[in-house]
């Protein structure tokens, strides 16, 4: 009767749900006929199977002809139902029905197509917005006291005025596209580096203490800003050095300050860190503590992006309100940025300003705002620091509190952390002697641990392969950034030592996860002084002998910057440890140098540098960065791995680009054991490929 009425036809009878689910695997069915038979899964079973796999193809039901039996076959999830008594209504039934889903399909289509196209409208009218932005903020920057420059993959692209006399430049030509390390002291290279490398995973802008050179090529300490910005349509890093206050003096500070109001601006910044300075020389003479408190209101940068200006002007109105009912009139409350405030008290002890800051932010994240009928809302993570007598300046007071922010933001945000005074150990110029002695009582306290995060193929490797991340805690349980616990190891020339904790513990774990699963490997990071360690090959060795481990099973992770600047001795280091058989991949691959510098090095995994990766879907820029590191691995025949894939589109586009492996938060966050179920990597496949 199909074939006579046009259909073509092909049948497959199915007895059982397994053999419907074999069926799906092989080819793609237009509809189903569900009939009566002992044999035949019963049509709840089919119904619920179809709902799970999200399939919309139509289930026709052939019944007896009573009005129960259609009944129920509708209520047990029937698109249709015919009697089996009036074979002539088939045809029509399923014509009908096939009509519908291809109108249902239709109407899909078409409703995204109004997506995309509303989409791309307001895209549209964020890019105008911006550049009307761009073009004020250009102007306010070549006029700006403060001295300002942007860098873009470590070398300058933009400088103003203030910057250039300050460095003897007489105009931007002189100083564009050279490196920004060459006019840094060597020894705060390492710093630098990593600031520059995570600048962009942070919120707000970062302050930090370096040795610039100046035209004599002396070096001078001066605090540099670094903030996450677009100049010229590229990612770069803003440094900002800020111009002298034009105050001496605390009578000086405008009243409004001395009020506990909100007042806004670099010049009002000057003042607010003039106070905290006053604030140091009195230190505890009234016998309570002197606490600065740090406010960062976070996914900030959503409302922005997503409802425009006027919208975070609004929000900010309701938020300063917020901050001036909360605190008192004795504490200092300043707009430190467009979504950063600072509170400053010297006549509450420790408690009490916690108590403040923790009232502060569940009052923060119970506000709505309202504008043009859209409610907003958003939350806040709050950084404290208890100012005592290893507080240089107010710009060391600051910093601590920033880190507590940092900490409160990293964990998920909507937090309340007070600074660790072990930190306060740790930064302390006057205590850089018992920094060693602090890591090694971390290490040997077991203060340190693993998570892995699971790197995936997209291409249908079945190798398990993991990234093994350290963590660390302090004295009092506190989370202390991984960054600087190993910045301030490399400067006490224990880096090498905490990489060898590292991997003799990443071992023993791969060891024992190899006695359920042979096929797995991980990947270990190592820093520049391991790569110059003669030893460490030898004691490589050793270890891979007493777990009983191949030599494959490890890969060792060089950063791009460490290849950079000690290309022969990576070239040396590479071929010691092929000859135990590890393999070796460069990591944050792209960010800073070109593939020149894999012109005469052989490796085995590229991975591609996350900031390359997390705007990918929209910036045209990155996808031909993206697309130039894979035709260059092609070359080479080396694999690449995609880091910091955390959405679908970003997904999408690398497995279109024929990626190797990706790693993200998208396939799974860092966890405290390698159990990550690597079946779940045939969805991910099916998912890009859909």
């Known amino acids: 009767m199909l074939e006579a009425a046009g259909y073509s036809v092909q049948l497959d009878q199915i007895q059982g749900i397994k053999a419907l689910e074999a069926l799906f695997d092989e080819t793609d069915p237009d509809i189903i006929l569900h009939g009566e038979g002992a044999r035949i899964p019963e049509l ?99 006029n700006s006291r403060d001295a300002i420059a942007y860098v873009f993959n470590g070398n300058f692209l933009y400088a103003n005025p203030a910057y250039l006399g300050r460095i003897g430049i007489d105009d931007l030509a002189g100083l564009r596209g050279t490196p920004l390390l060459e006019r840094v002291d060597p020894d705060d290279h390492v710093l630098l580096e990593g600031l520059l490398h995570n600048c962009h995973e942070a919120v707000d802008a970062v302050e930090i203490m370096i040795r610039l050179m100046d035209k004599e090529g002396l070096s001078h300490r001066i605090a540099v800003e670094f903030a996450p910005v677009r100049f010229e349509n590229k990612r770069c890093s803003r440094m900002t050095i800020h111009a002298p206050a034009q105050v001496a003096d605390i009578g000086m500070i405008p009243e409004t300050i001395a009020r506990g109001q909100l007042p806004i601006g670099s010049h009002n910044r000057q003042h607010f860190m003039q106070f905290v300075e006053n604030s140091l020389k009195t230190f505890d003479k009234a016998g309570k503590h002197q606490t600065l408190t740090y406010v960062l209101l976070d996914e900030f940068r959503a409302i922005r992006e997503n409802f425009g200006i006027n919208a975070c002007d609004r929000v900010v109105e309701n938020i300063v309100a917020l901050i001036q009912r909360n605190y008192d009139k004795e504490d200092t409350v300043v707009q430190f940025g467009d979504y950063v405030f600072t509170i400053l008290s010297t006549s509450q002890n420790e408690d009490r300003a916690y108590h403040l800051a923790e009232s502060l932010r569940k009052k923060v994240k119970k506000h709505v705002t309202v504008v043009n009928g859209q409610p907003m809302q958003t939350t806040c993570s709050i950084g404290m620091c208890v100012i005592n007598e290893h507080m240089m300046n107010a710009q060391d007071v600051l910093s601590r509190a920033d880190l507590a922010c940092e900490v409160a ?187 020149e510098l894999l012109k005469d090095i052989t490796v085995d995994f590229l991975k591609i540098d996350g900031t390359l990766i997390e705007d990918l879907a929209c910036s045209t820029e990155n996808q031909a960065r993206v697309r130039s590191v894979l035709d260059f691995a092609r070359s080479k025949k080396t694999r690449c791995i995609a880091e910091r894939v955390d959405d679908a589109s970003s997904l999408v586009m690398l497995w279109q680009y024929n990626i190797d492996y990706i790693q993200g938060n998208f396939v799974r966050e860092p966890g405290m054991l390698p159990d990550y179920d690597f079946e779940d990597a045939i969805a991910l496949h099916s998912l890009a490929e859909a």
């Open 409 to 595: 933001r990293s964990s998920g945000g909507n937090l309340v952390h007070i600074h660790s005074t072990a930190i306060d150990d740790q930064i302390d110029r006057e205590l850089e002697l018992k920094w060693d002695g602090m890591i090694r009582k971390t290490i040997d306290d077991e203060r340190l641990y693993l998570v892995y995060q699971p790197i995936v193929s997209l291409n249908g490797d079945t190798d398990e392969c993991y990234e093994v991340l350290l963590r660390v805690v302090d004295d009092k349980g506190q989370v202390i950034l991984p960054g600087q616990f190993i910045s301030l190891a490399g400067k006490t020339g224990m880096g090498a030592e905490i990489d060898h904790w590292v991997i003799n513990s990443a071992m023993r774990s791969l060891r024992e996860k190899q006695a359920e699963n042979g096929e797995l490997s991980f990947f270990i990071k190592i820093s520049g002084a391991t790569l110059l360690e003669n030893e460490f090959p030898a004691w490589l060795e050793q270890k891979l002998q007493e777990h009983e481990l191949q030599g494959s099973t490890v890969i060792l992770e060089i950063p791009e910057t460490t290849v950079m600047n000690n290309t022969e001795a990576t070239s040396g280091f590479i071929d010691a440890m092929r000859k135990i058989g590890c393999r070796i991949a460069i990591e944050h691959f792209g960010y800073m140098s070109s593939t």
């Open 44 to 142: 709840e079973v089919v119904s619920a199977w179809l709902e799970e796999n999200d399939s919309d193809i139509p289930l026709v039901v052939l019944t007896s002809d009573h009005a129960e039996g259609k009944a129920d076959a509708i209520k047990s999830g029937a698109t249709a139902v015919v009697s089996s008594d009036h074979p002539d209504e088939l045809v029509s039934t399923i014509h009908k029905v096939l009509a519908n889903v291809a109108l249902n399909r239709r109407v899909c289509q078409l409703e995204e197509a109004v997506e995309t196209i509303s989409l791309q409208q307001r895209i549209d009218q964020l890019e105008k917005a911006l550049q009307e932005k761009e073009s004020e903020c250009t102007t306010l920057v070549e």
